[in-house]
């Protein structure tokens, strides 16, 4: 079964202070590890797709890396406006008609 | 385009009342999903379908039903509502293949 564990849990950062969010991820087959992103009240937002170990994504101040278990949501010089929820997904070989299983999120908090 | 169109976007149901949520997708997508999202468990697959006529029961399908009679619309329904099915309810639609899936705004209900 396919399991995806995001941490940490919850994260607060002065502005311009980066760091990273973690998605460990087990999967049969991967197929893709996707990123989003989701605002209070809102549907997520897709970010990134990666489909392989090594693999780099970049938009803006983030950068999105994966390994063949782990994959990490870099965020540089952060601003106010990256405050967002952050999920992690993983479609595997086994995923039902393409379906993204989701990681429960990191929950960031960017004060300025 | 407006991309993916969930009506309502809040309900209240009394225990025992049933009804039905529409999605609404505008870019011709196969792929359509109906997720839940509640705190501390992230999103979870309900039903999906991977094409007009078809349905399919994801990781959480007790207590829904789903019908895709047009391309574009994919209704899932309550039928006797339950306190344990207040929760956020997100549509999703992707193209095919290992491709990001595109989210409604969700609807928020509330079992009484």
């Known amino acids: 079964e396919d399991q995806v564990t995001q941490s940490p849990e919850a994260l607060r950062l002065q502005e311009g202070e980066s760091s990273s969010l973690n998605c460990s991820y087990t999967v049969s087959g991967l197929r893709g590890l996707f990123w989003y992103r989701q605002d209070p009240g809102k549907g997520p937002e897709f970010l990134f797709t990666?489909?392989?170990a090594g693999e780099e994504k970049e938009k803006e101040r983030l950068k999105a890396t994966i390994t063949k278990k782990e994959s990490f949501l870099h965020i540089t010089a952060p601003k106010p406006e990256d405050s967002a929820t952050y999920l992690c997904?993983?479609?595997?070989?086994?995923?039902?008609?393409?379906?993204?299983?989701f990681g429960k999120g990191t929950s960031l908090l960017v004060t300025p | 385009n407006a991309g993916v169109t969930q009506t309502p976007k809040f309900r209240v149901l009394k225990t025992g009342q049933s009804m039905t949520l529409l999605c609404a997708q505008d870019m011709n997508h196969e792929y359509m999903y109906w997720y839940r999202q509640d705190p501390g468990m992230g999103l979870r697959l309900i039903h999906y379908s991977v094409g007009e006529g078809t349905t399919a029961k994801g990781e959480v399908p007790d207590g829904y039903n789903v019908s895709r009679l047009k391309k574009q619309n994919f209704l899932l329904g309550l039928e006797s509502a339950a306190p344990s099915q207040t929760s956020v309810y997100f549509c999703a639609s992707n193209l095919q293949g290992i491709t990001e899936a595109f989210f409604g705004q969700g609807t928020r209900l509330t079992v009484v």
């Open positions: 990666l489909y392989s």
């Open positions: 997904a993983v479609q595997g070989a086994s995923s039902s008609g393409y379906a993204l299983n």
